[in-house]
């Protein structure tokens, strides 16, 4: 078997290294790593960090790549790295600095690549697998899905050259919307149009859709093998604890043994669109990225003016808040707010164990009881967009709710 084992890192030199102890544990023997440009904006520290525990690997033959500066989107620089290692590999299996994987992961993926090599409507192989319900009676190791996972996953080099044909279309759409002003213009309608899908510029997206196009069935394990521990380094979209996010399921089933054939069953279906619909309600994900980023865009805004939240805040005779989400634009509205206005405690929908603390203050849960704070009545809402919903918890709790980007005025 000809397979390369990809890892992509950035500067969380935390993630990365128990990322690598996962991997060694697995007895890798060959790894590929690729890690991003510097941003200038970005904590020069942790990147340089992030190098040095690759550079410190005397466990396995490592092949790595680093870049001095950012030269394009981290979706091009996970394409491009898969491309490379294609060149002398038949299969990939890539991992992310923030997926943590099981002691048998890659021993479950190479006999997945095994198996799965001629059955050309399996394209992808994951290791995770999402919180549903396996029936009682299922008896196999794996089960045939409709759709990828990004969390630790793989595929063979054939599968992926298809993809890429669909992929630098996509790479000449977003170019052509760059560099050809017409699209301004004439094209105006049609920019919109394909800005809201190519913006985001998320390439397992379009693995996904590539997977749904051609019917295809992605294999996964009957046990998750992957912890994201991504969320406990929160990025911008996150706030709190992510219902994607499951523990790694330490039983095991034989895997000797996977049937050739396989199909998607209906149970399977059910309990997909059952779980995705309980995560996602009625906000898609585009929606809230949309939200963030527009909140962002106020913020900045809003500080290039020479404004403070905290002033804002003092002129509605409020010096005490509570806030609801935590995530980076939390750590944020406590750099904004330190020394102006109390911060009493965050709340969360969904803290999970052992998360009373997010930076110096405590977290409760939406349905927990808060502790009684003397003029406390006001609420900022971070996730603006599931307004609604905060509401109907928090219920006569507070007298004052304000969603973060209507105070950017």
């Avoid at 060959?30 to 200038?40: A, D, P, T, W």
């Avoid at 995770?128 to 063979?156: C, F, M, Q, R």
């Avoid at 000797?256 to 309990?271: D, G, H, Q």
Wanted: glycine share 6%.
């Amino acid at each position: 078997m000809n397979c390369g084992v990809i890892l992509f890192i950035y500067n969380r030199p935390q993630c990365t290294k128990k990322v690598l102890e996962s991997l060694k544990r697995n007895h890798v023997k060959e790894l590929y790593v690729f890690q991003n440009g510097l941003s200038k904006d970005d904590k020069k520290t942790e990147w340089e960090e992030t190098a040095e525990i690759i550079h410190k690997i005397d466990w396995c033959k490592v092949y790595f790549e680093q870049k001095s500066c950012v030269t394009g989107s981290v979706s091009e620089h996970i394409v491009d790295g898969i491309n490379k290692v294609f060149e002398q590999k038949d299969e990939v299996i890539v991992i992310e600095d923030d997926c943590v994987v099981s002691d048998d992961c890659i021993e479950f993926m190479m006999k997945c690549f095994e198996v799965y090599r001629d059955n050309k409507k399996v394209i992808d192989i994951g290791a995770y697998l999402e919180p549903i319900k396996v029936p009682d009676n299922y008896k196999l190791s794996i089960i045939a899905t409709g759709a990828p996972s990004g969390w630790g996953w793989g595929t063979w080099r054939d599968r992926w050259e298809e993809f890429k044909k669909d992929y630098r279309l996509i790479e000449r759409i977003g170019n052509a919307m760059k560099n050809y002003n017409m699209f301004d213009s004439f094209g105006y309608d049609i920019k919109e149009f394909l800005c809201a899908y190519y913006r985001l510029r998320i390439w397992d997206t379009w693995w996904g859709i590539n997977t749904l196009e051609k019917k295809g069935i992605s294999i996964r394990p009957v046990f998750n093998k992957v912890y994201n521990i991504g969320f406990e380094n929160p990025g911008l979209h996150t706030s709190g604890k992510s219902p994607l996010v499951v523990p790694i399921n330490s039983q095991k089933k034989c895997i000797e043994y996977f049937p050739e054939e396989v199909e998607i069953e209906k149970w399977t279906e059910i309990e997909f669109k059952k779980f995705y619909e309980s995560v996602s309600g009625e906000i898609s994900l585009e929606e809230r990225q949309i939200y963030y980023r527009n909140c962002l865009e106020k913020w900045v805004d809003f500080k290039q003016h020479g404004k403070n939240m905290g002033t804002i805040l003092h002129k509605k005779n409020i010096s005490k808040v509570a806030i609801y989400g935590t995530g980076t634009i939390g750590r944020l509205l406590i750099n904004e707010l330190d020394g102006k206005v109390k911060i009493t405690y965050f709340i969360v929908s969904d803290k999970g164990k052992n998360e009373d603390i997010f930076g110096k203050y405590s977290i409760y849960d939406c349905d927990e009881y808060f502790p009684e704070e003397k003029g406390l009545s006001t609420l900022i809402v971070i996730p603006g967009y599931d307004l609604k919903k905060i509401k109907k918890k928090m219920k006569t709790k507070f007298s004052n709710i304000f969603v973060l980007d209507d105070l950017f005025i």
